[in-house]
């Protein structure tokens, strides 16, 4: 499984933004959508052996982490606005009112109250890493296992240094894709490729 973790310290975390205006009123969930499609979707297609969290640290309900999984979720469209539609639906639920744990609210979706420590702590075995500009190439990191992954993302400003600390804690090791910083959906999709032309059979 290939796990990609989005930190959005101010994306909104509940269904309380404008479909019309979505980068202006929802603390850049923008980004979050634009990186569910890059983590998830193939042409024609959704990747099953994916899995995204989007980490959400804005407004009065946060923090609060939406999981996706690739292999039950339904009916995930590529544009941006059905993917907004969708996440107000789910963040308009309170079914995570009561603990911490991630409880599904339709099928391979789910939604926990909690931050980052929430969905470290969903990884189970998963290899962490972080993905940074100014990092070892992945392309030079030979040993990584591309089967059980998880990639950790900064959200426009990048990572807050409480989130650096919950990081290094469980060890995550910075990558880069190479030395442009560029958007985290474009960096989902370089490490996508990295991970489908390594778990090729016999490669
Ligand atoms: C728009 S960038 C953040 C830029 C922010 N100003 C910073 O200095 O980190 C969003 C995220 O994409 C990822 N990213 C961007 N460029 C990258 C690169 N060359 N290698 C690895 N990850 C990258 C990082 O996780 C980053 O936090």
Redesign the pocket.
Same mark, same amino acid.
């Given at each position: 499984m290939r796990r990609f973790v989005f930190v959005g310290r101010d994306a909104i975390a509940s269904e309380e933004f404008l479909l019309d205006d979505l980068a202006g009123s929802s603390g850049r969930l923008d980004?979050g959508l634009r990186c569910v499609r890059a983590a998830l979707l193939v042409s024609h297609g959704v990747r099953r052996d994916a899995a995204f969290y989007l980490v959400l640290g804005g407004g009065p309900l946060a923090p609060r982490s939406v999981r996706i999984r690739g292999a039950e979720a339904r009916f995930l469209r590529p544009d941006e606005r059905s993917l907004a539609v969708l996440a107000k639906k789910v963040l308009a639920s309170r079914a995570d009112e009561h603990g911490d744990a991630f409880v599904d609210v339709r099928p391979g979706i789910a939604l926990a109250r909690g931050g980052l420590a929430a969905v470290i702590a969903d990884l189970g075995s998963a290899v962490p890493y972080?993905?940074?500009?100014h990092?070892p190439d992945?392309r030079d990191a030979t040993d990584f296992d591309p089967h059980d992954v998880a990639f950790?993302? &900064?959200?426009? =400003?990048?990572?807050d240094e409480t989130t650096r600390a919950q990081l290094a804690a469980i060890g995550a090791r910075p990558?880069?894709? &190479?030395?442009? =910083?560029?958007?985290?959906e474009?960096?989902i999709a370089?490490v996508s490729n990295e991970i489908d032309r390594r778990a090729r059979p016999g490669a």
């Amino acid at each position: 499984m290939r796990r990609f973790v989005f930190v959005g310290r101010d994306a909104i975390a509940s269904e309380e933004f404008l479909l019309d205006d979505l980068a202006g009123s929802s603390g850049r969930l923008d980004v979050g959508l634009r990186c569910v499609r890059a983590a998830l979707l193939v042409s024609h297609g959704v990747r099953r052996d994916a899995a995204f969290y989007l980490v959400l640290g804005g407004g009065p309900l946060a923090p609060r982490s939406v999981r996706i999984r690739g292999a039950e979720a339904r009916f995930l469209r590529p544009d941006e606005r059905s993917l907004a539609v969708l996440a107000k639906k789910v963040l308009a639920s309170r079914a995570d009112e009561h603990g911490d744990a991630f409880v599904d609210v339709r099928p391979g979706i789910a939604l926990a109250r909690g931050g980052l420590a929430a969905v470290i702590a969903d990884l189970g075995s998963a290899v962490p890493y972080v993905l940074e500009q100014h990092a070892p190439d992945i392309r030079d990191a030979t040993d990584f296992d591309p089967h059980d992954v998880a990639f950790f993302l &900064g959200d426009p =400003g990048g990572f807050d240094e409480t989130t650096r600390a919950q990081l290094a804690a469980i060890g995550a090791r910075p990558l880069a894709v &190479g030395p442009v =910083g560029i958007h985290a959906e474009d960096a989902i999709a370089i490490v996508s490729n990295e991970i489908d032309r390594r778990a090729r059979p016999g490669a």
